[in-house]
C-alpha cells in the first residue's frame, strides 16, 4: 500500500512534563469541575466512593495502553486505531471507532467551549450577559486553535502552564477545605439508594473518560515508548486522589441540596470559608481546568486524521503534516471549523451523547486486543516492551472488558426506557434522541465512508 507523501513530520517537541499536564489536563477539567452538581442531584455524597470503585476499572483499561504504547505502535499518533488495526490486521472495526471517536471529541470540544463561556459569564457577573456566550465559545475556539497551528511546543507550554495555575487552585481549595468539612454533610450517604449510586456511575465515568486521548501523542512525545506507560499509570493515580478529594471536600462544606442546583459548585464551595481573594484564585482554576481540557481534546482528531489517510482510508490531504510548524494544519482546520458549526447550531448534545458510549466500547474492544495480540500479531506481542506479567495483562483485559460491558449495558438500559416511554417522532424533533440510536446510525455512516474509501483505494 502506496501512503501519501506528507509535507513534513510531525516533531518530538513533548516531554514527561507535557504528558502528564495533557493527561491530568484533560481528565480534572472534563471531570469534577462540571460533572460534581450532576452526580449530587443522583447519588449525593456517595459520588465519593463511586469515583473509588471506577479507579481499579479505568486502571484495568489503561493497562491495554501501556502494552501497545511499549511496542513500535507507540512511536506513532494512532492510538486505539492502530493498535486494533494492526493486531486484527484488517482496518473496519478500527476505521469505524476512528470514526466515532472523531465525532466524540468534536462534540466534547464544542461542549467545553460552551462549558467554558459559562464559567466566564459566571464569573464574570454583571459584566456577561447570556447573549455573550456564543461570542465567547467561538473566541476560545479559535484562542485553541492558534496555539496547535503555531506548533505541538506550544501546546505543551501553554498546557503545564495551565496546570500548574489548575494545580496551585486546587490546593487553596482543598487544604482549608478539609477543616470545614461537618460530617453531618455527608448523611444519608447513598440519597437515592442502589440504584441511584449505579445510576451515578455514567456520569463519573465521564470524569475519567478521554485518559487515553494522551496515545495521539505518542508521535510528538520523545521517547514515548518507554514514558507513556508510566505517564498513564501515575496520571490516573493521581487524578483518583484529586477526585476523592474533591468530592469530600465539596460535599462535607455544602448540604447536597446547594450541590445538586449550583452551575459553579466548586466556587460555591470556596466561598464558604475562603476570603473573595483565594475564592477568585480558585475561579480561576476552574477555568483552567477547563481550559487544560480543551486543548488536550483539540488534539485528537487531527492525528486520526494523519493515520486514517496514511493506510488510504481519507483523502492524502488530511494527513498533511507542515513542514514549517510540524503540525497537521488541515486537520486541525477542519476540527476547529466543524468545532465552530456545532456551537454555532446550538446541537452539541447530539454529538456528545455518542461520546460516553463509543468510549465505553471502544475501550471494550482495546483491552479485548491484548488477549488476541499474541495469536493474532505473534511478532508484534513479541515487541512489547512493558514490565507487566502477562498474568496482570490478562487479568486487567478481563476486568476492563466486565467493567466497561456492564456500563455500557446501563447506559443501554436507560435508553430502553426511553425508547419505550416516547416515540421515534417525538425524540427527532425534541433533538433527544437516546446515545444508542446516535451511536448506531453514525457508526453505519462511517460503514458507509469506509466502503467507499476502500473502493477510492483500490482504483
Not at 499536564?21 to 462540571?34: D, E, K, P, S, V
Not at 449505579?198 to 485518559?211: E, K, R, T, V
Not at 462535607?252 to 484564585?281: H, K, N
Not at 512489547?384 to 496482570?392: F, H, K, M
Request: hydrophobic content about 55%.
Amino acid at each position: 500500500m502506496t501512503r501519501p507523501s506528507l509535507a513534513g513530520k510531525l516533531r518530538r517537541d513533548l516531554g514527561r512534563a507535557e504528558s502528564y499536564a495533557a493527561l491530568l489536563g484533560i481528565l480534572i477539567g472534563a471531570g469534577i469541575f462540571r460533572v460534581t452538581a450532576d452526580v449530587g442531584r443522583i447519588t449525593g455524597p456517595s459520588a465519593i466512593l463511586g469515583y473509588l470503585v471506577l479507579a481499579p476499572a479505568i486502571l484495568a483499561t489503561s493497562v491495554a495502553y501501556c502494552v501497545f504504547l511499549s511496542t513500535p505502535l507507540g512511536s506513532e499518533p494512532g492510538g486505539e486505531y492502530a493498535h486494533i488495526s494492526r493486531t486484527l490486521c484488517g482496518h473496519r472495526l478500527a476505521f469505524v471507532g476512528a470514526w466515532l471517536k472523531i465525532t466524540s471529541y468534536i462534540g466534547a470540544m464544542a461542549y467545553l467551549s460552551h462549558a467554558l463561556a459559562d464559567y466566564i459569564i459566571e464569573i464574570a457577573a454583571g459584566w456577561l450577559g447570556a447573549e455573550a456566550r456564543l461570542g465567547l465559545a467561538l473566541a476560545c475556539l479559535a484562542i485553541f486553535y492558534v496555539i496547535h497551528a503555531v506548533g505541538v511546543r506550544w501546546f505543551g507550554r501553554i498546557q503545564v502552564a495551565m496546570c500548574l495555575l489548575l494545580a496551585l487552585s486546587l490546593v487553596v481549595l482543598v487544604v482549608p477545605g478539609l477543616t470545614a468539612v461537618s460530617l453531618s454533610n455527608y448523611r444519608p450517604f447513598f440519597t437515592q439508594g442502589g440504584w441511584g449510586f449505579l445510576a451515578a456511575m455514567i456520569p463519573l465515568f465521564f470524569s475519567y473518560a478521554g485518559f487515553e486521548s494522551l496515545a495521539q501523542a505518542a508521535g510528538e512525545v520523545k521517547d514515548s515508548r518507554r514514558h507513556l506507560p508510566r505517564v498513564f499509570l501515575l496520571g490516573l493515580c493521581a487524578s483518583t486522589i484529586i477526585f476523592a478529594t474533591m468530592s469530600a471536600v465539596a460535599f462535607g462544606v455544602l448540604p447536597q441540596e446547594r450541590i445538586a442546583g449550583s452551575p459553579a459548585p466548586m466556587a460555591d464551595v470556596a466561598a464558604v470559608y475562603l476570603p473573595a481573594g483565594a475564592t477568585a484564585f480558585v475561579n480561576l482554576g476552574a477555568i483552567m481546568a477547563i481550559a487544560t481540557s480543551l486543548n488536550s481534546t483539540m488534539l485528537v482528531p487531527s492525528r486520526l486524521g494523519i493515520m486514517l489517510a496514511a493506510d488510504g482510508l481519507a483523502p492524502g490531504w488530511l494527513g498533511t503534516v507542515s513542514a514549517r510548524t510540524g503540525t497537521p494544519l488541515v486537520g486541525l482546520t477542519l476540527t476547529a471549523g466543524m468545532g465552530a458549526l456545532l456551537l454555532a447550531s446550538d446541537q452539541i448534545g447530539l454529538a456528545l451523547n455518542i461520546a460516553v458510549f463509543a468510549l465505553l466500547v471502544l475501550y471494550l474492544l482495546h483491552s479485548a486486543m491484548v488477549l488476541m495480540l499474541p495469536r493474532w500479531n505473534p511478532d508484534l506481542y513479541r515487541q512489547v516492551t512493558v514490565r507487566i506479567p502477562r498474568w496482570i495483562q490478562v487479568a486487567s483485559a478481563l476486568v476492563s472488558i466486565a467493567s466497561m460491558g456492564g456500563l455500557a449495558l446501563l447506559q443501554v438500559s436507560e435508553d430502553l426506557n426511553v425508547l419505550v416511554q416516547s416515540s421515534i417522532a417525538e425524540r427527532i424533533s425534541g433533538l433527544s434522541l437516546t446515545s444508542l440510536e446516535i451511536t448506531i446510525a453514525w457508526g453505519l455512516v462511517g460503514l458507509g465512508a469506509y466502503a467507499l474509501g476502500r473502493r477510492a483505494r483500490r482504483s
